[in-house]
């Protein structure tokens, strides 16, 4: 079992739409957890750190499940810049170690 | 603050070629991290360091060298350079604790 999965994607949706991705971590210990997002040959930037508690910034809202290991984001009112791969980013306790997921591409289509 | 800062942004080698990419981060931080990412692919680690004088190897170090002599710079040295190399390399810094990544703008290196 890989250690960080998400859904493989490519979600196509139309502006406005609302988009939901998935994120499961195999290693218990984990401690901090973020989502970045790849456009096209760039480098990845940080979109949002993930809290316990949950968090949204705007449009884009993050949600941790400690308990069953999973981390969501949600997009609402797609626009067209959001386009791009999203990665789901998780940091060990020792805060040494960062994995990637494999990440998730999305197209919003006009 | 410029960040991280990667260079070159492009580069061609021959098979057998021996280069340095190089990366600088401004913002003090411990951990610095070097990954390739190919077509399609996600990110692969290749060598990591917690701080000045320490490295260590990540999932993908064959035919790669690092060093960290200053906590400012994390050259990747590629030994004899493969086509298999060809690929996108980002350099990565981070503090210690519950921070993120702050990524280079990469280098894009083909091998023929």
């Known amino acids: 079992r890989k250690e960080v999965e998400q859904d493989p994607g490519p979600f196509n949706v139309p502006e406005g739409a609302t988009v939901a991705f998935n994120c499961t971590y195999s290693?218990?210990?984990?401690?901090?957890f973020f989502w970045y997002r790849q456009d096209c040959r760039k480098e990845p930037k940080l979109l949002m750190s993930v809290y316990s508690s949950g968090n949204e910034d705007g449009r884009f809202t993050a949600q941790l499940n400690r308990a069953s290991q999973y981390i969501s984001l949600l997009i609402r009112d797609s626009k067209l810049s959001d386009s791009a791969t999203y990665l789901c980013v998780v940091r060990d306790n020792y805060g040494q170690n960062f994995v990637f997921g494999p990440g998730t591409r999305l197209s919003v289509l006009p | 603050n410029a960040g991280v800062t990667q260079t070159p942004k492009f580069q061609v080698l021959k098979t057998g070629q021996s280069m340095t990419l190089q990366c600088a981060q401004d913002?003090?931080?411990?951990?610095m991290s070097w990954y390739r990412q190919d077509p399609g692919m996600g990110l692969r680690l290749i060598h990591y360091?917690?701080?000045?004088?320490?490295?260590d190897q990540g999932e993908v170090p064959n035919g790669y060298n690092v060093s960290r002599s200053t906590t400012e710079d994390f050259p990747l040295r590629l030994l004899s350079a493969a086509p298999s190399q060809t690929s996108v390399y980002f350099c990565?810094?981070?503090?210690?604790?519950?921070?993120?990544?702050?990524f280079g703008s990469g280098t894009r290196l083909t091998v023929v």
């Open positions: 913002m003090n931080h411990e951990y």
């Open positions: 290693n218990s210990a984990s401690q901090s």
């Open positions: 990565a810094s981070s503090s210690t604790g519950g921070y993120g990544y702050t």
């Open positions: 360091s917690v701080g000045a004088g320490i490295t």
